[in-house]
């Protein structure tokens, strides 16, 4: 099947300027000026619009078992999701159980993804250390898995000591693959939360005061430092406040080798998102919480400073049924929201429309980066010959009001609900199908591809 994309401004994160685009067998066969249409090749003209590598969402969370039920996007769901909004490859998570061999819970989770529509890779979650948690690494490499997650907080479920994750790095330094973490210090988080629930504070506020920024800033510090140490590479994933901004300069200073992702909520939202009186607030609860108004403006200067490199969205939606599991304990209340679809959109206004960055660094930070930083580049976030054929023909003009009432994901709340945004895709490319047009999602269940992922050192 062959495509060609003609009269679009072609956007990558190094260029803009007016090109065609040939696509052959899922991959990119030309890219140049006035290129003639083939017989049986299917037109798409892109006069007025943006032509974007497709958007490379490097965190979500797709059918993950959280307190006692699973989040709501399957990836059946929220891989079409992600195509509706322009983004064609998705990292997803394995979850061992704790002792549980990490091929075998990689088999198992490739299973899961098989009905996907959109190309997914995984991070390997390291819940536990024992003797042969090293080898098992080393084999996920060769699995096409080069990055691995740790959480300092949860350590009653995932979380690990200090003394596991120095071993998770020092293992990964000697393999030279990457390390995400969720960085939170879970025990004093776990003290606060306790605490605030025996006094009574019970509602979904209380959520954010039991994990407040600094214990973030603590939790990235020590990540940086030990990966630091060891000579490790490091990814903090959903950096949301000051204190983490500042920890990862001073490693970067230091010399080592750590990197920022921040999401649109934390760009977007600030903390009044809890003052309700209603149970409302629980369609926020996530972790890291949205923070107090300052932070996200820190956090834009740390995107156009180049400190945070990736958006990403860490989508992980709940019904407002599955959120009542935590009506009467915030404790309760299944942790994360939706995002998957409106990363492009929602940056692209806060962030091209409004002046703070420009389209090129658009792109670098929905698409071009995390391809490079998670070994998927050039085949992602490319459109070069030989590049897969994942485009968005981007209108930079369109106009839409976000709303649970009619987005792709599968939850009845937005943490978006009544934002207007300006740019949408309107053609999406797929290995060179296409998936997304006019409004109407063409997604094809198990169309999507395991990306078998190699190591890259990208500094
Ligand atoms: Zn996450």
Same mark, same amino acid.
């Given at each position: /099947? =062959?495509?060609?994309?003609?009269?679009?401004?072609?956007?990558?994160?190094?260029?803009?300027?007016?090109? $065609?685009?040939?696509?052959?067998?899922?991959?990119? =066969?030309?890219?140049g000026r006035d290129l003639e249409p083939a017989t049986g090749e299917q037109l798409l003209d892109g006069t007025g619009q943006l032509l974007l590598p497709g958007g490379v969402d490097p965190h979500v969370h797709m059918a993950l078992p959280v307190a006692g039920t699973v989040s709501a996007d399957d990836f059946e769901s929220g891989s079409a999701a992600a195509l509706a909004g322009g983004t064609t490859s998705i990292i997803d998570f394995v979850h061992p159980e704790r002792?549980?061999?990490?091929?075998?819970?990689?088999?198992?989770?490739?299973?899961?993804?098989?009905? =996907?529509?959109?190309?997914?890779?995984?991070? /390997?979650?390291?819940? #536990?250390?024992?003797?042969? #948690?090293?080898?098992? /690494?080393?084999?996920?490499?060769?699995?096409?898995v080069p990055s691995f997650k740790i959480y300092l907080a949860y350590k009653d479920t995932v979380g690990l000591d200090d003394r596991d994750v120095v071993e998770v790095f020092a293992a990964a330094a000697a393999i030279e693959a990457l390390v995400l973490v969720h960085a939170e210090h879970?025990? /004093?988080?776990?003290?606060?939360? $306790?605490?605030?629930?025996? =006094?009574?504070?019970?509602?979904?506020?209380?959520?954010?005061?039991?994990?407040?920024?600094?214990?973030?800033?603590?939790? #990235?510090h020590r990540a940086a430092t030990l990966a630091g140490t060891t000579g490790a590479a490091l990814y903090v994933v959903h950096v949301t406040c000051r204190e983490s901004l500042v920890a990862i300069e001073q490693a970067r200073v230091a010399g080592w080798e750590v990197r920022g992702e921040t999401c649109p909520q934390y760009?977007?939202? $600030?903390?009044?998102?809890?003052? #309700? $009186?209603?149970?409302?607030?629980?369609?926020?609860?996530?972790?890291?919480?949205?923070r107090p108004v300052g932070h996200q403006d820190a956090l834009w200067q740390a995107i156009v400073a180049g400190t945070l490199e990736v958006v990403a969205t860490d989508h992980c939606p709940f019904t407002m049924a599955q959120k009542e599991l935590g009506r009467d304990d915030f404790r309760k209340i299944p942790g994360g929201a939706a995002g998957v679809e409106h990363r492009l959109a929602l940056l692209h206004s806060q962030g091209v429309v409004t002046g703070r960055i420009d389209r090129r660094r658009f792109v670098d930070l929905v698409s071009t980066r995390p391809a490079q930083i998670f070994g998927l580049y050039p085949r992602k976030g490319a459109v070069q010959v030989g590049s897969d054929a994942d485009l968005v023909l981007w209108d930079p003009a369109a106009t839409a009001t976000i709303s649970a009432a009619t987005h792709h994901h599968r939850t009845d709340r937005s943490l978006y609900e009544g934002f207007e945004v300006t740019g949408a895709a309107t053609t999406v490319l797929a290995g060179g199908r296409v998936a997304f047009a006019d409004g109407e999602l063409r997604a094809e269940p198990g169309a999507g591809t395991f990306l078998e992922r190699h190591p890259r050192r990208t500094s």
């Amino acid at each position: /099947m =062959a495509v060609l994309v003609k009269n679009a401004t072609l956007v990558t994160a190094e260029e803009e300027r007016p090109a $065609d685009v040939r696509c052959r067998n899922g991959r990119i =066969a030309e890219v140049g000026r006035d290129l003639e249409p083939a017989t049986g090749e299917q037109l798409l003209d892109g006069t007025g619009q943006l032509l974007l590598p497709g958007g490379v969402d490097p965190h979500v969370h797709m059918a993950l078992p959280v307190a006692g039920t699973v989040s709501a996007d399957d990836f059946e769901s929220g891989s079409a999701a992600a195509l509706a909004g322009g983004t064609t490859s998705i990292i997803d998570f394995v979850h061992p159980e704790r002792g549980q061999d990490l091929l075998e819970a990689l088999r198992a989770r490739r299973e899961e993804a098989r009905r =996907a529509a959109a190309d997914y890779g995984f991070h /390997m979650a390291i819940t #536990t250390w024992g003797d042969s #948690t090293a080898e098992q /690494m080393r084999q996920c490499l060769a699995a096409g898995v080069p990055s691995f997650k740790i959480y300092l907080a949860y350590k009653d479920t995932v979380g690990l000591d200090d003394r596991d994750v120095v071993e998770v790095f020092a293992a990964a330094a000697a393999i030279e693959a990457l390390v995400l973490v969720h960085a939170e210090h879970g025990d /004093m988080v776990e003290h606060l939360r $306790d605490r605030l629930a025996a =006094a009574g504070h019970t509602e979904p506020r209380f959520h954010a005061e039991s994990r407040p920024s600094w214990l973030e800033g603590e939790a #990235t510090h020590r990540a940086a430092t030990l990966a630091g140490t060891t000579g490790a590479a490091l990814y903090v994933v959903h950096v949301t406040c000051r204190e983490s901004l500042v920890a990862i300069e001073q490693a970067r200073v230091a010399g080592w080798e750590v990197r920022g992702e921040t999401c649109p909520q934390y760009l977007l939202l $600030d903390d009044r998102v809890y003052e #309700t $009186d209603d149970f409302e607030g629980a369609a926020y609860v996530i972790a890291p919480p949205i923070r107090p108004v300052g932070h996200q403006d820190a956090l834009w200067q740390a995107i156009v400073a180049g400190t945070l490199e990736v958006v990403a969205t860490d989508h992980c939606p709940f019904t407002m049924a599955q959120k009542e599991l935590g009506r009467d304990d915030f404790r309760k209340i299944p942790g994360g929201a939706a995002g998957v679809e409106h990363r492009l959109a929602l940056l692209h206004s806060q962030g091209v429309v409004t002046g703070r960055i420009d389209r090129r660094r658009f792109v670098d930070l929905v698409s071009t980066r995390p391809a490079q930083i998670f070994g998927l580049y050039p085949r992602k976030g490319a459109v070069q010959v030989g590049s897969d054929a994942d485009l968005v023909l981007w209108d930079p003009a369109a106009t839409a009001t976000i709303s649970a009432a009619t987005h792709h994901h599968r939850t009845d709340r937005s943490l978006y609900e009544g934002f207007e945004v300006t740019g949408a895709a309107t053609t999406v490319l797929a290995g060179g199908r296409v998936a997304f047009a006019d409004g109407e999602l063409r997604a094809e269940p198990g169309a999507g591809t395991f990306l078998e992922r190699h190591p890259r050192r990208t500094s």
